[in-house]
């Protein structure tokens, strides 16, 4: 677990590392993930100790969005004071993200694997 | 008595455990409230948990940035467990490359839908640019659409916030919409959350099918790429 842990921290901070070395768009924690990745490429099986505390980690990942969801109290009067705009343009642009994103896929992707 | 329960108060108020342990405590209930719906989406844990956590600042008076002393730990997470999200991505590896092309052209239609119709509609609506502004990077993941947001002349925080909206109504709306639509397919059902509602929406779909949460996390990946090249594009073009 803490070995699990270890590798992750590293893999971020290496990923921070290489996205500001080389100023790409991308934040650290993604090119973490990148480079992770090329880890189990090239190990060829995740180590089972690894997959439990990933496990563990994105079985409540939603947690983890919390505390930023509540900074919506700093800006309670902006949303006042525009919130026909904001959330017209949330729901709007969600749905029709999904919607074009599902369509597209679907026409484009061959027949599913048989499971 | 009722003195020395205000200094208690006080004090823990004042230390990262409070807003650590009040996180937790929300979000738990939340997840009660989630499984005991039947995991409805309207259900969804975070939008229950923010809800309890802004009454309770509002209550007690306690400033965000109090709370976030002990939330930071919380909020810390968010890094690794993006880093994590390699892992179920290489256990459906074959699956994802054998649909390669589909799932570049999905996500960068996906992407400029997105930015266009959160920005436009809003426009319409009449909303002030700092807001058009801090819409547009909105449905990637939190640290890359503030990084956007930033460049761009939004508001960072204002932009985390918006991100988060957009995640829990994605998550809240998905199963409807594709329901609706017909789409059964769990890679284009995943494909398209992930790149709607981001990390929040690619919980959701961990909860209702792995593949959909391979694709959801590859198509979350992807889109941070994809939005951080196109939106300072857009935003640049003569409107």
């Given amino acids: 677990m803490l070995g699990a842990l270890t590798l992750l921290l590293v893999c971020q ?7 500001r070395l ?19 490429a ?19 990942l939603s947690l983890l969005f919390v505390p930023a969801g509540v900074g919506v109290v700093l800006y309670l009067d902006l949303v006042a004071a525009e919130w026909q705009a904001i959330a017209a343009s ?26 | 008595m009722k003195d020395e329960l205000f200094q208690l108060w006080v004090y823990l108020s004042t230390t990262p455990l409070a807003g650590l342990t ?12 989630y499984r005991r719906s039947g995991a409805n989406p309207v259900a969804n844990p975070v939008l229950v948990a923010v809800v ?31 880093v994590a999200l390699a892992i179920p991505l290489y256990r459906h590896f074959a699956t994802i490359r054998r649909s390669a092309l589909a799932i570049a052209v999905s996500i960068v239609a996906g992407s400029v ?55 829990i109504l994605g998550a809240v709306f998905a199963t409807w919409t594709l329901n609706a639509a017909g789409i059964r397919d769990w890679r284009a059902r995943g494909l398209s959350v992930g790149v709607g509602a981001h990390g929040i929406g690619t919980a959701r779909a961990f909860q209702v099918n792995e593949l959909a949460g391979a694709f959801a996390s590859l198509a979350m990946g992807l889109n941070a790429l994809a939005t951080a090249l196109l939106v300072p594009l857009l935003t640049r073009l003569p409107w």
């Fill in chain 2, 113 to 167: 839908t997105a930015i266009v119709t959160a920005v436009g509609t809003a426009w319409l609506m009449g909303a002030s640019s700092r807001t058009l502004l801090s819409l547009a990077p909105k449905s990637v993941t939190t640290p890359v659409a503030m990084g956007i947001s930033e460049q761009i002349g939004g508001l960072p925080s204002l932009t985390a916030v918006l991100v988060i909206l957009t995640g």
């Fill in chain 1, 90 to 115: 949330l729901v709007v642009s969600t749905l029709a993200t999904i919607l074009v994103t599902a369509f597209v896929m679907r026409k484009l992707v061959g027949p599913a694997d048989k499971p």
């Fill in chain 2, 52 to 82: 309890l956590l802004v009454a309770l600042l509002w209550a007690t008076g306690t400033p965000y940035r109090t709370y976030f002393e002990g939330a930071q730990f919380v909020h810390f997470l968010l890094g690794p467990a993006t």
């Fill in chain 1, 13 to 19: 901070a290496l990923g921070e590392a290489v996205v």
């Fill in chain 1, 22 to 40: 080389a100023g790409l768009p991308v934040p650290g924690p993604v090119m973490g993930m990148v480079l992770l990745f090329g880890w189990l």
């Fill in chain 2, 22 to 33: 009040v996180t937790l405590v929300a979000y738990q209930i939340g997840a009660a409230v």
């Fill in chain 1, 42 to 60: 090239w190990k060829g099986e995740v180590p089972e100790p690894l997959a439990r505390t990933a496990g563990g980690l994105l079985e409540h």
